[in-house]
């Protein structure tokens, strides 16, 4: 769960189609409606490593959900950005546009996901999760405000535990299968090794992003550590993201000699769906295989398998991932210290353009969608 570099990539993965092009201009949305799914395997990127940015989320009452972040981290602080509300903390913002009327795409606790659901999932600080919790029931006993989403320890829980670390298997992942080999080969009282460093647990801000929290006494105190999100392929996903945007894939160990190597892209990348694990925030347990992540340049994101599919959560909630533009998350954002190179390949690669160039407070950036509906907005630092 964490993005500190700890989760292990296992699945293989595909090529995505490449796709070539020699316009002058950026293609628009409009233009290109199959460009989201085009990965150009043979250009290479000649910009740096991106940064994340902000999480740009529309709020009926931006001041509002500034005080509840400004609770739940105290490290951080209110400001503005681009002179839009904002709370920033270890370099990251949430920056906001104030609406008349609530957006679609707030997390319902009852049905599990955002309604609809974008590729966004969640973001969260690596903190200790035992004392986290400790400290905002103190504060708000009644759960009026933090009110702590169930942790589903296995396929027989109907009630669940509003942290991970209470779980019968405390701080480990575990399939249904190994769940019921380690239950078979064990006593009742048999002593748990946690040592992960995993506790994890969920909370829904006031206007329905939902956020979780992960670590232990151990963790070191990180606002953005870590941000999830869903695709239909995560590890096509991966690919997308380091062939448009100069992401990097982590890098693999090698067998033999233990040293760090560079990590190719997933070939293939359409791959089947793993077993349903626990600890999880869904009753019927959550997919975490395949699983896949990428390196910016100051932080790391995270994809899984969209959930709700076969059946898991009815006819009406099984649908394709929505595209996040006016939803309650309508975009993340990352930085690069010079947009001309980017927007270059940009042209090149045929990325589909939502809007822009355009000016920025006093800068200037351009929004573009990934391969399953998340928009991006591409942000030029030093301009």
Sequence with gaps: MSLRWRHVLTAVIAMIACVSCGSDRLTTGDENPEGRHAVSSEMSVSFPVPSFHHIHINSVNPSRALDWWATLWPAGRKTTFAGLP???????????????????????PERRQSIPQSPFWTTGPSTDGLALYERL????????????LPVFTGPDDKSGVPHSGLAPFGDQLLTVSEMAARAASEDDDAVRDRVSGQDFGYLVDPDGVLVEFNGNAETTDLFYGHTHFWHEQPLCAANWYVEHLGMKLPPRRDPDTQALAERESHQPCEVEIGEVSYASFLPMGQFRSPIANVRLANAGWMWYPRQCRDGRCGADLDRPLSPSRGQVVDHVAISYPDLDPVLAHLRATQVRILDGPYPLG???????????????????ENR
């Design 86 to 108: 904002a709370f920033s903390a270890d370099g990251i913002y949430l920056v906001y546009t104030e609406v008349d009327e609530p957006p679609l795409g707030a997390f319902d």
């Design 137 to 148: 029931t103190a504060l708000d006993s009644e759960g009026t405000r933090f009110s702590f």
């Design 362 to 380: 006093e800068t200037r950036a351009v929004l573009i969608e990934d391969l399953d509906g998340l928009a991006i907005e591409l942000i030029e």
